[in-house]
Each structure stands twice: as C-alpha cells, then as structure tokens.
C-alpha cells in the first residue's frame, strides 16, 4: 500500500486481508461462506474502496495535479481510442502506458496491476476460450484437437488473435477507469460530470444517492450483524435464507424512505428551493493544457500506427 | 449483466447511448414536473437502495449464492420513470467509482437494466396485478412475475449486443479469415447461454427477491407501498366492484375483427392440409398416390352454397369473400343469439315454476 500510514484516514485493520477468508484458500481450508458473510463482506469491501480511494486521492502525484474535467474528457477520450484499435500490440503498449500513468500518481504497481485484473480480465479470458475453437471462430486450426463426430476440432490462429484482442482490450479500459477513480475524489469527480452536459439535477442525485450508500451500508451491516451474533452453527436452510434476505432489503427500504422525508425536511430548512448549485469549477491551469495536448497527440499517434498496420 | 468495456464496439456503445438518451431526458423532466422537490431526496435514495440490492446475496441452493439487479423492485416501489433514474445511478456508481460495468458500456448496461428490465417488468406486474388490492397476495405474485420476465428481457438484450459484434465488427487477416474485434460469440451461442442462466438461475433469485420484498412490506410497511400506489385500497373489501363487460365492447371487438377480413386476401400460399388433396406434396410425405380414403372422403359434403369462401365461384372472387364473411358473421351472430335467447326462456320459465311451487322466497 502506497500511503504512508500517517496520512491515511482508512484504519489498518479494515485493510488487511481477514485470515481464513482468502477466496484461494492459501491461508487455512477454503470454506463456502454463507450469505450473511458474503454481504457483511461485500460491504466492507465497498467500505475499504471508497476509503481506500479517496486516501490515494489526496497523495501528491500526475494525475491528482490534474483538473478533473479534463482528466474525465481525456480519459473518455482514451477510451474511444482503446476502443477502436486493432491490434494487440498496440493495446498492449496502451496497457504499459497505463503502468507509467499509474507510477507517476503514486500507486503502487503491484496494487494497481492486481486491482484491474482481478476480476474481469481474467474472467474475459476464461469465457472466451471456448470462441478460439474453429466451430466458433473458423479459421487456420494451430492446436488441433482431432476430430469430432467428423468434424476437425481445433483452437485456430484467428480464434487467438480474437481472445487477446478482447482480454487486452477490457485490461486497457479498465486500467483507464481505475486511474480516473483512484486519482480523484469523489465529490470533484461528480461536479466534473456537468462538463459533459449531465443534467444538474442528475448529479444533485448522484451526490446524494453515493452519501447515502454508505449510510445504508451501515444499516445492512448493523443488521447481519445483529443476526450472525443470534446464530449458531451452520446456517444452510435456503428457503428461510431467502425470507431473511428479503425481509432485510424490504426494511431497508423502509428505512431508505424515512431517510428520504427526514433529509428532504432538513434541505428545505436550510433554503433549498429546488435549485441545486454545484462547485464552483476550479481555474484551469498550464499542466491541465500539458496533459490535454499529451493526450491528443498519444491518441493521435496510436490510431495512426492502427490505420498504418491495418 | 454488467457489460465491461472492451466486450461491445464503440459504434454499438453510441447506438446504445442514443436509445437510452430520450429515456433520461423524459425521465429527468417527468422527476422536475411531476414530484417536484420532495422526490429528489426520495430517488437518491432510491438509487442508493438500488446499489445496495445488487449487494445482497440471496442463498440459492447447493451452498453458493446470487445476487438480483432490483430494476424491477425499484419500478415496482417508486414507478418506472422514477426506476429509470434509479437504476441508472446505481450503475454509473458501480462504474465510476467502483469498476463494475464500462464507462463507454454504461449507455448499454443503462439500456438493459434500468429501461428494458424497469419498463417490460412493471408492464407485466400492472398487467396480473390489475383489481387487485394493496395486500392482496396476487400482488406479490404479480411483482415476481414481473421481476422474472424483466431480468430476461434484459437478458435477451444483452445477449444481441454480444451476439451481433462477430457479425458486424471483424477484421480480414491476410488468408481472408475473418477475426472478431469485440465479444467473439455468435447470436447462436450467447442467446441460449444468456438465457439458459438467467431463466434457471438468476431470473428465480429475482423472482424470489422482488416478491419477498413486496411481501414483507405487505406484512410490515403497507404506507411505504403507497408511494407508487396512492389511490388503491389496502384490502380485497375497499375494492369497487368489478365493472361488466357490456354488451358494447364485445360488438366493437367483433366488428374491428369484420373490418380486418380484407387481410385474408393479402395472404398468398394455401394453410395446412386446407386445399387437399390436390395440392398435397406426395413426395415430401413418401407417398406414391392420394390415400383412398382421403381421396374418398374429402369432396364428400359438396353441396355448400358458397365453395370455397366463393372464391370458387370465378368471376368476381373479391365480392364473393366478402358475402361469405358477412353471410358467416351473421349465421354466427344468429345462431349464438338463438341460443341465449333459448337459454333465458328456458330459465325463466324455470324460476317461476320455483317460485310457484314456493322453494325460492
């Protein structure tokens, strides 16, 4: 972790990995957790995340330096880029440029690499292994596997091509979102969502709706947690599982819609008339100019060498 | 269901943007026009109860568990429009701030979850829960079914956008072989694979998911359930009483049926087995000649007064349909108007020999 323990606001236990509950089973046996476990998890880990984040927020590095409007075009920018490439090595040269971004904020690389694979690049490649055989993508057969029912079974050249493009590809993206999120907090990233011309209304929402998550978060919490105390032994019974987990999201909601009434009383004693004002967008400077011909001219040169290899 | 990018073509992602935009831009004014201020606390934190229902993992059996989506609960509790704003949120959350699901896919993830599952979903939950009162268990049932058939429709389209990106997007390397740029399955494969998942599995977490909700706020929270049902009664006893379909809607309904006759004319071909046997294909069935009994029995009632629809008659075989649909229209007519008078008769005459004889006071 590349915060130094001083400056964090997130607590050390809340970072380190429960023993026992590691999912590869390399500390102790692997056991199938139950799902008042798995949601209590679950919610640690947005928990960990979103404090975790705005920790790597605050460090001093590239990217933070950089005005979050802009960050946010370019990086949609980049993704259109990643997007419409064709080739995996220049994806591939996309992915190590994402390494050098990722440096230059101040991540630690071992955390940034494990953070975007894992999980849905490795996922992609697992689903997308049964396509690199010829009855999915036909093609030139490099690994035959025999025959089947008469028909030549095999993985082909272009089957492989396919599954790196796409692996590649969902690891550049996910790269890409991870770097924007990682580097910038929450409540700028949202105001910066008015230059791409969401409505004020949307993000006056989606301010409240991220606040509130975590506060229902902790009224899940409270509540399997209240529940796991009462039990003993294994809780195996799915039927009353179910009625549990419903009878939980149904308080929950009830919760959510006292919540609402109270917090709508309390906006219109401090003066709210349904107008919602936004930060006040912060002076763009030199190094925001900088970085925005940066990335005009990396994009300028990747979707040349595509067009130039095609 | 959460489509990371990576998996669609930028093309298919603008396609997507460009079907959800109209149902932001109708869903954000129908939020400023019709619920004012006090909705907007309201669909925040709706939106985060949305993101919290996706974390709930509901126990299915062998020991692992799933997770449900909640666009349909939400269209359920708060109304489809205000679902749409919703669900939207809680996935550009998960997007942005926590990885789950693509940026440049969010139009799309959008486009499934929170406009197709909200809006297919509700439809079938107000289609089964017609006249039927707050509390009344078909609700529940009704919500459920709604929730099912929502996720799969969401589904479906998922699996389209997968499936249509090996068609449409693919380069030619140099043996002419074609390599899919984006998600390499074909509509074959992922249409049963995405369906196959979420008829068995994730369609039932759902179902269960949404109906419990519903069911528990029944039990517990009826108030909470007025927010999208302000004028229903609570129970089965405040209903009004079912209106009758009167004798005008069945006359409307068989005449639009009259007037839509002409379509048959459209029709080219003949239907099954209808022109037989002379427009039987012996050869397909492994036949060498027309059965002697079917040769025998098929012209055997050959006294009808119009063959053929009149179509038989020759010269002007328009006209002659047309007779034939009114002269069969009116033959029903009579004879299903016949027998209801020859019913009511009947049961008249019934009740005053009981009266008579003095069983019915």
Same mark, same amino acid.
């Given at each position: 972790?590349?915060?130094?323990?001083?400056?964090?606001?997130?607590?050390?236990?809340?970072?380190?990995?429960?023993?026992?509950?590691?999912?590869?089973g390399c500390i102790g046996?692997?056991?199938?957790?139950?799902?008042?476990?798995?949601?209590?998890?679950?919610?640690?880990?947005?928990?960990?995340?979103?404090?975790?984040?705005?920790? /790597?927020?605050?460090?001093?590095?590239?990217?933070?330096?950089?005005?979050?409007?802009?960050?946010?075009?370019?990086?949609?920018?980049?993704?259109?880029?990643?997007?419409?490439?064709?080739?995996?090595?220049?994806?591939?040269?996309?992915?190590?440029?994402?390494?050098?971004?990722?440096?230059?904020?101040?991540?630690?690389?071992?955390?940034?690499?494990?953070?975007?694979?894992?999980?849905?690049? /490795?996922?992609?490649?697992?689903?997308?292994?049964?396509?690199?055989?010829?009855? /999915?993508?036909?093609?030139?057969?490099?690994?035959?596997?025999?025959?089947?029912?008469?028909?030549?079974?095999?993985?082909?050249?272009?089957?492989?091509?396919?599954?790196?493009?796409?692996?590649?590809?969902?690891?550049?993206?996910?790269?890409?979102?991870?770097?924007?999120?990682?580097?910038?907090?929450?409540?700028?990233?949202?105001?910066?969502?008015?230059?791409?011309?969401?409505?004020?209304?949307?993000?006056?929402?989606?301010?409240?709706?991220?606040?509130?998550?975590?506060?229902?978060?902790?009224?899940?919490?409270?509540?399997?947690?209240?529940?796991?105390?009462?039990?003993?032994?294994?809780?195996?019974?799915?039927?009353?599982?179910?009625?549990?987990?419903?009878?939980?999201?149904?308080?929950?909601?009830?919760?959510?819609?006292?919540?609402?009434?109270?917090?709508?009383? =309390?906006?219109?004693?401090?003066?709210?008339?349904?107008?919602?004002?936004?930060?006040?967008?912060?002076?763009?400077?030199?190094?925001?100019? =900088?970085?925005?011909?940066?990335?005009?001219?990396?994009? =300028?040169?990747?979707?040349?060498?595509?067009?130039?290899?095609? | 269901? $959460?489509?990371?990018?990576?998996?669609?073509?930028?093309?298919?992602?603008? #396609?997507?943007?460009?079907?959800?935009?109209?149902?932001?831009?109708?869903?954000?004014?129908?939020?400023?026009?019709?619920?004012?201020?006090?909705?907007?606390?309201?669909?925040?934190?709706?939106a985060a109860y949305c993101?919290? &229902?996706?974390?709930?993992?509901?126990?299915?059996?062998?020991?692992?568990?799933?997770?449900?989506?909640?666009?349909?609960?939400?269209?359920?509790?708060?109304?489809?429009?205000?679902?749409?704003?919703?669900?939207? %949120?809680?996935?550009?959350?998960?997007?942005?701030?926590?990885?789950?699901?693509? #940026?440049?896919?969010?139009?799309?993830?959008?486009?499934?979850?929170?406009? &197709?599952?909200?809006?297919?979903?509700?439809?079938?939950?107000?289609?089964? @829960?017609?006249?039927?009162?707050?509390?009344?268990?078909?609700?529940?049932?009704?919500?459920?079914?709604?929730?099912?058939?929502? %996720?799969?429709?969401?589904?479906?389209?998922?699996?389209?956008?997968?499936?249509?990106?090996?068609?449409?997007?693919?380069?030619?390397?140099?043996?002419?072989?074609?390599?899919?740029?984006?998600?390499?399955? $074909?509509?074959?494969?992922?249409?049963?694979a995405m369906l196959g998942? $979420?008829?068995?599995?994730?369609?039932?977490?759902?179902?269960?998911?949404?109906?419990? &909700?519903?069911?528990?706020?029944?039990? @517990?929270?009826?108030?909470?359930?007025?927010?999208? $049902?302000?004028?229903?009664?609570?129970?089965?006893?405040?209903?009004?009483?079912?209106?009758?379909?009167?004798?005008?809607?069945?006359?409307?309904?068989?005449?639009?049926?009259?007037?839509? &006759?002409?379509?048959?004319?459209?029709?080219?071909?003949?239907?099954?087995?209808?022109?037989?046997?002379?427009?039987?294909?012996?050869?397909?069935?492994?036949?060498?000649? #027309?059965?002697?009994?079917?040769?025998?029995?098929?012209?055997?009632?050959?006294?009808?007064?119009?063959?053929?629809?009149?179509?038989?008659?020759?010269?002007?075989?328009?006209?002659?349909?047309?007779?034939?649909?009114?002269?069969?229209?009116?033959?029903?007519?009579?004879?299903?108007?016949?027998?209801?008078?020859?019913?009511? #008769?009947?049961?008249?005459?019934?009740?005053?020999?009981?009266?008579?004889?003095?069983?019915?006071?």
């Open positions: 972790v590349s915060v130094p323990a001083t400056r964090r606001t997130a607590p050390d236990w809340l970072l380190e990995p429960e023993v026992g509950l590691c999912p590869c046996r692997r056991k199938k957790t139950n799902f008042v476990t798995k949601t209590l998890n679950g919610a640690s880990s947005v928990m960990r995340q979103a404090l975790f984040s705005d920790d /790597i927020a605050a460090q001093q590095g590239l990217l933070q330096a950089i005005d979050p409007r802009v960050k946010l075009l370019t990086m949609v920018g980049l993704l259109v880029v990643a997007a419409t490439v064709r080739s995996t090595a220049l994806l591939g040269a996309m992915y190590v440029g994402t390494l050098l971004l990722a440096a230059a904020s101040r991540l630690s690389l071992r955390f940034f690499v494990k953070r975007v694979w894992l999980f849905i690049p /490795i996922f992609t490649g697992i689903v997308v292994l049964p396509a690199t055989l010829n009855v /999915i993508t036909p093609g030139e057969v490099v690994i035959p596997f025999g025959t089947w029912f008469g028909h030549e079974l095999g993985v082909t050249k272009q089957g492989l091509e396919a599954a790196g493009l796409i692996v590649a590809r969902v690891a550049v993206s996910i790269s890409l979102v991870v770097l924007l999120t990682l580097t910038t907090p929450w409540n700028r990233l949202l105001s910066s969502l008015r230059a791409l011309r969401v409505p004020k209304v949307f993000v006056l929402v989606l301010g409240m709706a991220y606040r509130y998550v975590f506060h229902l978060l902790s009224a899940v919490t409270d509540m399997y947690t209240a529940r796991q105390a009462r039990m003993i032994g294994k809780d195996t019974d799915v039927a009353s599982g179910r009625g549990v987990v419903a009878a939980s999201a149904g308080a929950l909601f009830g919760k959510a819609h006292a919540l609402s009434e109270e917090v709508y009383m =309390a906006m219109v004693a401090r003066g709210y008339t349904g107008n919602p004002r936004v930060l006040r967008p912060s002076r763009l400077r030199w190094l925001d100019g =900088a970085w925005v011909l940066t990335c005009v001219a990396v994009a =300028a040169l990747v979707l040349g060498l595509n067009h130039a290899i095609a | 269901m $959460h489509i990371p990018d990576g998996y669609l073509s930028p093309q298919t992602c603008a #396609v997507l943007y460009g079907a959800a935009l109209p149902f932001w831009a109708t869903a954000t004014r129908r939020v400023k026009r019709v619920v004012k201020n006090r909705y907007v606390p309201l669909l925040a934190l709706g993101f919290l &229902v996706m974390m709930f993992n509901v126990p299915i059996p062998d020991g692992t568990t799933a997770h449900a989506v909640g666009g349909v609960l939400v269209a359920v509790l708060l109304g489809p429009w205000a679902a749409v704003v919703a669900v939207s %949120i809680a996935l550009l959350i998960q997007a942005l701030f926590f990885g789950d699901g693509g #940026v440049l896919a969010y139009g799309a993830n959008c486009f499934n979850m929170a406009i &197709v599952m909200p809006f297919v979903g509700y439809a079938v939950y107000v289609a089964f @829960a017609r006249r039927t009162s707050l509390t009344a268990p078909r609700r529940t049932l009704a919500a459920g079914l709604g929730a099912y058939i929502g %996720i799969n429709a969401a589904a479906l389209c998922a699996a389209i956008e997968f499936g249509l990106q090996p068609e449409l997007f693919y380069k030619t390397d140099a043996g002419g072989h074609h390599v899919p740029l984006y998600a390499p399955f $074909h509509l074959a494969q992922t249409v049963p998942a $979420h008829l068995l599995v994730a369609g039932v977490v759902e179902l269960a998911l949404t109906a419990g &909700v519903i069911a528990y706020l029944q039990r @517990a929270n009826v108030p909470v359930l007025r927010v999208n $049902h302000a004028a229903v009664p609570e129970t089965q006893l405040d209903m009004p009483a079912p209106r009758k379909l009167g004798l005008r809607g069945i006359f409307v309904g068989l005449g639009a049926m009259v007037l839509l &006759v002409p379509l048959g004319l459209l029709a080219t071909g003949t239907a099954f087995g209808e022109d037989g046997p002379g427009a039987l294909d012996l050869k397909k069935y492994g036949l060498s000649a #027309v059965p002697i009994g079917l040769a025998k029995y098929s012209n055997w009632w050959a006294h009808t007064l119009l063959p053929g629809y009149g179509y038989d008659r020759g010269g002007h075989p328009t006209i002659g349909y047309y007779v034939s649909a009114v002269a069969g229209t009116l033959l029903i007519a009579g004879v299903i108007a016949g027998a209801y008078f020859a019913v009511r #008769v009947t049961r008249r005459r019934h009740a005053r020999t009981a009266l008579d004889a003095g069983t019915v006071k």
